[in-house]
């Protein structure tokens, strides 16, 4: 079983992916890039920084793209993925470069569900602030756009199953909960079956409640 954990920084995506992993006895990844490499926090952030500033967003994407394959691999019982191809995507995915994905998609599969938590910039701007009030990303505007947009269109052009949670509604351990249950019966359907339940989900969370997910982009543009 391989699950995918999406959203901005600041959305809650480690939190969820953590507590998943505890809870299921799944493998948690996260940089598998690093770990691989055998980097510091420091060497790997300074790799990464060289990366971020390359023009090209194909070797970005390619960069980031063996992580994504490195995270699909072995995956034993399951694994939680935290960032994965969506969010790999958002950053480096372009015209240009659409064929690249669709062979890294090749590669590594598609995850069973992938989980994308929303929140808006200023909530997301506060946690990151609560969490450390010197974090860099606090002055980097490209983190301060909304993302979700890009990240749902691929994921809807790729056919990967997805449920957007909006975390702004749903407090952290609510979040993990609404989680914990669609793994519980996503572990029991058959691959095929996976897709049709998801967007039965996605319509009970939000059509039901007058709050579909195009309204919060709106409401937050």
Not at 12 to 17: C, E, N, P, Q
Not at 21 to 43: H, I, Q, T
């Amino acid at each position: 079983m391989v699950i995918a954990i999406e959203g901005m920084d600041g959305s809650g995506k480690s939190s969820v992916a953590k507590a998943l992993a505890v809870k299921f006895g799944y493998e948690y990844r996260d940089m598998p890039n690093k770990y691989f490499l055998e980097f510091s926090d420091e060497g790997f952030q300074k790799i990464c920084d060289k990366i971020y500033k390359f023009p090209d967003n194909t070797i970005k994407g390619w960069f980031f793209g063996f992580g994504n394959i490195l995270a699909s691999q072995n995956v034993g019982k399951g694994v939680i993925i935290d960032r994965h191809l969506l969010s790999n995507y958002f950053w480096n995915g372009n015209n240009n470069n659409k064929g690249m994905y669709k062979e890294l998609i090749s590669i590594t599969g598609k995850p069973d569900l992938t989980i994308v938590l929303y929140a808006g910039v200023k909530e997301r701007m506060r946690r990151i602030y609560k969490r450390s009030a010197t974090d860099r990303d606090l002055d980097d505007d490209e983190k301060k756009v909304l993302g979700y947009d890009k990240m749902i269109s691929f994921a809807k052009q790729e056919k990967m199953p997805y449920l957007v949670i909006n975390t702004e509604i749903y407090r952290l351990d609510r979040t993990i909960k609404i989680c914990e249950c669609l793994i519980k019966k996503i572990e029991k359907l058959e691959k095929s079956q996976i897709a049709e339940f998801v967007d039965a989900v996605n319509q009970r969370l939000y059509i039901e409640k007058n709050q579909p997910y195009s309204e919060l982009l709106n409401n937050e543009i």
